[in-house]
């Protein structure tokens, strides 16, 4: 018996032994993969940082290899790779071993200005040669309206001038139709877009004729849409107004006493206001519930409003719609009869419906 519980135990032993190293020989390489595929990505992403694309990248270990495109600088590939976190040893294959020249920077372009008002197109720059004025004036002639006159504002000049109107000649396409005074000003960094042009995508072409004009300039686009057109007013809605006025005065809303239930006479009244509602669809109107002086403020008051919230309530289920009405309750505030009299107390408990004033 004892020898028949010791070898399980040894067995057990054993198989903990096993599991740390099995799991360090999985563990391991997951581990060097994941480090290599970092180094990989941080040293791509330190070369192109550096405006040096197209190398491969090939990390074993710690150690990098690079293969580079002919005319790369492999010296400045090296000491880039070199600072990369991580890297150990650099190796660099193809490329050039002394630092090739930074070419020089393209002639900047002089400021120019190009405009349209409703009597001319205006173009305002510095030429190289009279080559150049006269194809922009072409590109002028290309979409100039009948009528419109060329406001000719170009100067030769062979030192600074513009060498050909490829700068110019997307700007005039762009801003050459359209609503009122708009123009593109370039003071040498920015191109500046000001004026108010027919709609959203005129104002896209006209950014991205700018971008087209002057490669790396900023655009500040600054046009303007003209306001949309205010809708027009039917007949009806001129005249809702004075026609509710006019309903009010012939037909009551009046309720039973102490509730918000109108009484049979003025079921009618509900019924003719909702269909004269329904004439002008964007007025907005106030339901205004009133009470008698029978009972006291504290009850009044909330009374008063539910007899506004009642008369909404019905004209909503007749078809008008809801955020249209304002339902508010004024209590025995507003008494347009003596509450003296069972008449004049009829005629308080009431709701009247009227232009809204406030928003």
């Given at each position: 018996?004892p020898?028949?519980?010791?070898?399980p135990?040894?067995?057990?032993l054993?198989?903990?032994?096993?599991?740390?190293?099995?799991?360090?020989?999985?563990?391991?390489?997951?581990?060097?993969?994941?480090?290599?595929?970092?180094?990989?990505?941080?040293?791509?992403?330190?070369?192109?940082?550096?405006?040096?694309?197209?190398?491969?990248?090939?990390?074993?270990g710690?150690?990098?290899?690079?293969?580079?495109?002919?005319?790369?600088?492999?010296?400045?590939?090296?000491?880039?790779v070199?600072?990369?976190?991580?890297?150990r040893?650099?190796?660099?294959?193809?490329?050039t071993?002394?630092?090739?020249?930074?070419?020089?920077?393209?002639?900047?372009?002089?400021?120019?200005?190009?405009?349209?008002?409703?009597?001319?197109?205006?173009?305002?720059?510095?030429?190289?040669?009279?080559?150049?004025?006269?194809?922009?004036?072409?590109?002028?002639?290309?979409?100039?309206?009948?009528?419109?006159?060329?406001?000719?504002?170009?100067?030769?000049?062979?030192?600074?001038?513009l060498p050909?109107?490829?700068?110019?000649?997307?700007?005039?396409?762009?801003?050459?139709?359209?609503?009122?005074?708009?123009?593109?000003?370039?003071?040498g960094?920015?191109?500046?877009?000001?004026?108010?042009?027919?709609?959203?995508?005129?104002?896209?072409?006209?950014?991205?004729?700018?971008?087209?004009?002057?490669?790396?300039?900023?655009?500040?686009?600054?046009?303007?849409?003209?306001?949309?057109?205010?809708?027009?007013?039917?007949?009806?809605?001129?005249?809702?107004?004075?026609?509710?006025?006019?309903?009010?005065?012939?037909?009551?809303?009046?309720f039973?006493?102490?509730?918000?239930?109108?009484?049979?006479?003025?079921?009618?009244?509900?019924?003719?206001a909702?269909?004269?509602?329904?004439?002008?669809?964007?007025?907005?109107?106030?339901?205004?519930?009133h009470?008698?002086?029978?009972?006291?403020?504290?009850?009044?008051?909330?009374?008063?409003?539910?007899r506004?919230?009642?008369?909404?309530?019905?004209?909503?289920r007749?078809?008008?719609?809801a955020?249209?009405?304002?339902?508010?309750?004024?209590g025995?505030?507003?008494?347009?009869?003596?509450?003296?009299?069972?008449?004049?107390?009829?005629?308080?408990?009431?709701?009247?419906?009227?232009?809204?004033?406030?928003?």
């Amino acid at each position: 018996m004892p020898g028949l519980v010791r070898r399980p135990l040894v067995v057990w032993l054993l198989a903990a032994l096993a599991v740390p190293v099995l799991l360090t020989a999985v563990l391991i390489p997951a581990k060097a993969g994941t480090t290599e595929d970092e180094l990989r990505d941080r040293t791509t992403a330190a070369l192109q940082a550096r405006g040096i694309n197209g190398a491969e990248v090939d990390i074993d270990g710690r150690d990098a290899t690079i293969a580079v495109p002919a005319g790369v600088d492999a010296g400045e590939v090296r000491e880039v790779v070199a600072g990369v976190d991580g890297v150990r040893s650099v190796k660099v294959d193809g490329g050039t071993t002394e630092s090739t020249p930074t070419p020089p920077p393209p002639a900047a372009i002089a400021p120019f200005e190009v405009g349209r008002t409703a009597q001319a197109i205006r173009v305002q720059a510095v030429v190289r040669d009279q080559a150049v004025k006269d194809a922009v004036a072409a590109e002028v002639g290309k979409v100039i309206d009948e009528g419109k006159e060329f406001d000719n504002r170009i100067t030769v000049d062979a030192a600074t001038g513009l060498p050909d109107a490829s700068a110019l000649a997307p700007l005039i396409q762009a801003l050459a139709f359209g609503p009122g005074d708009v123009s593109a000003r370039y003071d040498g960094t920015t191109i500046t877009l000001t004026g108010q042009v027919a709609d959203q995508a005129a104002k896209a072409t006209a950014a991205r004729a700018a971008a087209k004009a002057v490669p790396g300039a900023v655009v500040a686009n600054e046009l303007e849409l003209p306001p949309p057109p205010k809708p027009e007013v039917s007949e009806a809605c001129r005249t809702f107004g004075s026609r509710l006025a006019e309903f009010s005065r012939h037909n009551k809303i009046v309720f039973l006493s102490g509730t918000s239930i109108v009484n049979d006479a003025s079921k009618g009244s509900v019924i003719r206001a909702a269909a004269l509602l329904k004439t002008c669809t964007t007025a907005r109107v106030e339901v205004a519930g009133h009470t008698d002086n029978l009972g006291s403020p504290a009850t009044s008051l909330p009374l008063s409003q539910r007899r506004a919230d009642a008369v909404k309530a019905t004209l909503v289920r007749l078809g008008v719609r809801a955020d249209r009405i304002l339902a508010h309750g004024y209590g025995e505030s507003f008494p347009v009869a003596p509450n003296t009299t069972a008449a004049g107390r009829i005629a308080n408990r009431r709701a009247e419906i009227r232009v809204q004033s406030g928003p």
